[in-house]
Antibody, heavy 122, light 110 residues
Framework: QVQLVESGGGVVQPGRSLRLSCAASGFTFSGYALHWVRQAPGKGLEWVAV????????YYADSVKGRFTISRDNAQNTLFLQMNSLRAEDTAVYYC???????????????WGQGTLVTVSS | QSVLTQPPSASGAPGQRVTISCSGSSSNIGSHYVYWYQQLPGTAPKLLIYKSDQRPSGVPDRFSGSKSGTSASLAISGLRSEDESDYSC???????????FGEGTKLTVL
C-alpha cells in the first residue's frame, strides 16, 4: 500500500533553516509528481510546492518562492523540502502528497503523509 | 483571501443532501480539473473527488462532484454523522503557476 512518512519538523528560530524529508513506499516513486502542502494551526490547506516525476520541473507558492526548495532522490524514494529564512508565518503542519503521474501541473494529491509540525518561534 | 471561494460552513440532517460550492476563475477552475479533499479532525486530508467528477476507489457513491464554467460543487447525499468534516476544493492556476485551495467548508451533521 502507498505510504508517505514525513520527518524533520521541530521548533526553529526565525531566520534559521530546516530540511523536511518524506520517505515513500508502495508505488513507483519515480513515476509521480510530488507536492508539499501545509496547514497552519486552525487554518485551511495551503499548497507549498510541486516537483515533476524526474525533478526537472518545480513550482512554488509565492509565499515561499526564493526561500524554499523542493527536491527529490528517486534512487532513495525520498522527497525533500529545504526551508530557509523561516518566518513565524511558516508555522504549520507540512504534508507531502503523491501527485499526478502525468503532469505536476494538477491539484491531484492522491495520497498524503501524516504530516510533520514545524514551529518557527524565538 | 483564497483564490477559490467556498462557504465557511454547511449543515444538514442525517439522510439529507447537501451541496458545497467552489467558485474560481478562468485561470483555475475554468481551465483545469477540480479536486475535492475531506479532512476529518486531527487527520491528514483524503482525496474525495478527482478530475472534477471522478471518485477514487473506496469513496462511497454518496459523494459526487461537478463543474460548470468557473465553478464546481461537491454533493453529499444520504448524509451520515461520519461525514462531519472539513471539505476543500483545489485546482491548478495558470496565472499563479501553482495549486490553489479553497479555504475549506466545515460540514456539520445536525
Amino acid at each position: 500500500q502507498v505510504q508517505l512518512v514525513e520527518s524533520g519538523g521541530g521548533v526553529v528560530q526565525p531566520g534559521r533553516s530546516l530540511r523536511l524529508s518524506c520517505a515513500a513506499s508502495g508505488f513507483t516513486f519515480s513515476g509521480y509528481a510530488l507536492h508539499w502542502v501545509r496547514q497552519a494551526p486552525g487554518k485551511g490547506l495551503e499548497w507549498v510546492a510541486v516537483i515533476s516525476y524526474d525533478g526537472t520541473k518545480k513550482y512554488y507558492a509565492d509565499s515561499v518562492k526564493g526561500r524554499f526548495t523542493i527536491s527529490r532522490d528517486n534512487a532513495q524514494n525520498t522527497l525533500f523540502l529545504q526551508m530557509n529564512s523561516l518566518r513565524a508565518e511558516d508555522t504549520a503542519v507540512y504534508y507531502c502528497a503523491r501527485g499526478d503521474f502525468n503532469t505536476p501541473m494538477a491539484a491531484h494529491c492522491g495520497y498524503w503523509g501524516q504530516g510533520t509540525l514545524v514551529t518557527v518561534s524565538s | 483571501q483564497s483564490v477559490l471561494t467556498q462557504p465557511p460552513s454547511a449543515s444538514g440532517a442525517p439522510g439529507q443532501r447537501v451541496t458545497i460550492s467552489c467558485s474560481g476563475s478562468s485561470s483555475n477552475i475554468g481551465s483545469h480539473y477540480v479536486y475535492w479533499y475531506q479532512q476529518l479532525p486531527g487527520t491528514a486530508p483524503k482525496l474525495l473527488i478527482y478530475k472534477s467528477d471522478q471518485r477514487p476507489s473506496g469513496v462511497p457513491d454518496r459523494f459526487s462532484g461537478s463543474k460548470s464554467g468557473t465553478s464546481a460543487s461537491l454533493a453529499i447525499s444520504g448524509l451520515r454523522s461520519e461525514d462531519e468534516s472539513d471539505y476543500s476544493c483545489a485546482a491548478w492556476d495558470d496565472s499563479l503557476s501553482g495549486v490553489v485551495f479553497g479555504e475549506g467548508t466545515k460540514l456539520t451533521v445536525l
